[in-house]
């Protein structure tokens, strides 16, 4: 494993050998931009074909699901199972990001006034997706950028208090801890279950924690260590009937939950779309409920950074990779096609399953709830007896699966996460199965 937790994959450098990449790339520069246009036009026909040949089929396996799998860009030989990380990406969308790139370089003085404008119908696309107004949308480039556009951007006195969860990720609690350093403010951590047995137990330790003094929660919707997804909506209620605003971590949440703004009720909403919905690293969402815009400091300032009634001034970042912004776009269709709301089902019935099944085999502690209210596509656990790296080694060299290691000994959340996304079948997750009872079957 290396400094950053990731363990070393066997083969990584027979997929990614210099020649291979090369060849990949010559490949791809090779096609025009009518034909990257053609290629897309095919593959949305054939999930139109299949949405209405298989409308009715809810089976996790089955032909509609093959098919979808085919237009994803993983190396064939992988089981991708870490969405958590990086996703994979949709075809449709690398054609776009190559397609805007191309046009990009070819004349790069004209496409400046052609690009900016177009990134609205981005903005309207994401903001239809997630049921929030296009003013309420800004255009991060992640989600570590959107909880750092908070943090820095509300107006906080020294004493005043942030409450968190126990199980936040960096890139949510270390805004804070800046601002703390910088304005004396305090956080205070919430400890929650490993699972938590029900909303209440989640929604009491915050009503316990709450003072005068608390002005902002700031938690994760979909928690990276142990699966978790938070009850955002009860926890927007108590907050705000104590007149707290509240701040979600939602890095995973695009692209694997069928998201409504408004009746999640939070005030702020922070998301990687590169890890769920199939877009590239580089764009991210930030929603800005519109009532709570005029709290909320620009940290970034440019032309426009002093306007009203639009989050748009939260986003006055000068030049942008606009191909990011126009494939982020790409991967909303592409999924809009499919479906959110079956999207959502389908990772639930699989994590579901692999839920089930795990707390058959011996040894299996699951860090995750069962419940489907409160879990998604991150299934989070442990085996008594077996170290967590020897479970991703094991997967991956005998049946090509990819997942991680996660967690800390030291607050006893060490343990491995298996993502379940739509490309994901019913025989993956029993190879997954397979092998986690082989090795419990054989630990120390
Ligand atoms: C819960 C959570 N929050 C924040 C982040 C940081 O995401 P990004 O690097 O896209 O800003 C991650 C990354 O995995 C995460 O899991």
Redesign the pocket.
Known sequence: MNDLGITKLANVSELFSRRNFVKMLVGSSALSIAALDKLNAAIYEDIDQLNQDYFQDESPDGVYWDAVRRHFMFHDKLIMMNN??VGPMPKPVFNTLVKYFKIQVTNPYEVYSFFGPRRDEVRNKLARFVSASPDEVVIT???????NFVANGLDMEEGDEVLMSSM?????INPWRLKAARYGITIKDIPIGLPPQSVEEITDAFRRGITPRTKVISI?????ISGLIAPIRELSELAHERGIVLLT????GLGMLNLNMRQLGMDFF?S?P??WLGSP?GC?LLYVKQDVQDRLWPTIASSGWDRSGSARKFETLGQRADPLIFALGEALDFQSRIGKERIERRVKTLAGYLKKELITIPGVRLHTSQDPYLSGGLTAFSVEGVEPNRMVNYLREKYNIVIRTIGSERAGTSGVRVSTHIFITLKDVDMVLEGVKYLADRRA
């Open positions: 958590g990380t480039r992640n989600t570590t950028e959107g909880m936040e990720h960096p890139g949510g994760s919707h979909t928690v990276y971590d939602s890095a995973h922070a990687s590169y890890k690293c991210g």
